[in-house]
Antibody, heavy 121, light 107 residues
Framework: QVQLVESGGGVVLPGRSLRLSCAAS????????IHWVRQAPGKGLEWLAV????????YYADSVKGRFTISRDNSKNTVYLQMNSLKVEDTSVYYC??????????????WGQGTLVTVSS | SYELTQPVSVSVALGQTAKITCGGK??????VHWYQQKPGQAPVLVIF???NRPSGIPGRFSGSNSGNTATLTITGAQAGDEADYSC??????????FGGGTKLTVL
């Protein structure tokens, strides 16, 4: 079955870096774009970044542009989120999700189970 | 940036109809998607392109979209439908946008 599994979360000091991974299985990975979405405790979902199937197109939310970098390795069926200069307000559960299609309209399906990132001194 | 407004909470009696709204400027001209999220779980797509159900989603879930409001309707709400529901659209400036989410309580 289609599955996305995030990893790499943990507790990190403000200003430090962390890299999240999203491992995919059960579908032809290099045919699909992948998103990162986060959810702060008790808050709503916030879209962060997306990468096209072949990595040729990337978009970021203004809130993370310049600090976060999305990338993918199609040989490993994995998407990454490099997070630099982390702030306390980056504390969230981070989800990856498959993009239904690069062409609009598109949506998120399915989602991984998420990985918790806590930024705290 | 484009904003989507959802009520914080909605309550419905068991077996009755729940309506969860998602407000946005001219949202009727956009495609709206809805996600269900149960505590401690990942979101699940329940409606795509305004009123389409993915396979495996019960027929009691439906959607509509017109003017400045999109609505997710759950006809005959079950205890297992208790969850947070979020709407989502694509905007040319803000890209992928989510509403703040609505907590559905089934009484």
């Amino acid at each position: 079955q289609v599955q996305l599994v995030e990893s790499g979360g943990g507790v990190v000091l403000p200003g430090r870096s962390l890299r999240l991974s999203c491992a995919a299985s059960g579908f032809t990975f290099n045919n699909y774009g992948i998103h990162w979405v986060r959810q702060a405790p008790g808050k709503g979902l916030e879209w962060l970044a997306v990468i096209k199937a072949d990595g040729s197109d990337i978009y970021y939310a203004d809130s993370v542009k310049g600090r976060f970098t999305i990338s993918r390795d199609n040989s490993k069926n994995t998407v990454y989120l490099q997070m630099n200069s982390l702030k306390v307000e980056d504390t969230s559960v981070y989800y990856c999700a498959r993009l239904s299609d690069w062409e609009l309209p598109n949506w998120f399906d399915p989602w991984g189970q998420g990985t918790l990132v806590t930024v705290s001194s | 940036s484009y904003e989507l407004t959802q009520p914080v909470s909605v309550s419905v009696a068991l077996g009755q109809t729940a309506k969860i709204t998602c407000g946005g400027k001219n949202i009727g001209g956009k495609n709206v998607h809805w996600y269900q999220q149960k505590p401690g779980q990942a979101p699940v797509l329940v409606i795509f392109r305004d009123n389409n159900r993915p396979s495996g989603i019960p027929g009691r879930f439906s959607g509509s979209n017109s003017g400045n409001t999109a609505t997710l309707t759950i006809t005959g709400a079950q205890a297992g439908d208790e969850a947070d529901y979020s709407c989502q659209v694509w905007d040319a400036r803000a890209f992928w946008v989510f509403g703040g989410g609505t907590k559905l309580t089934v009484l």
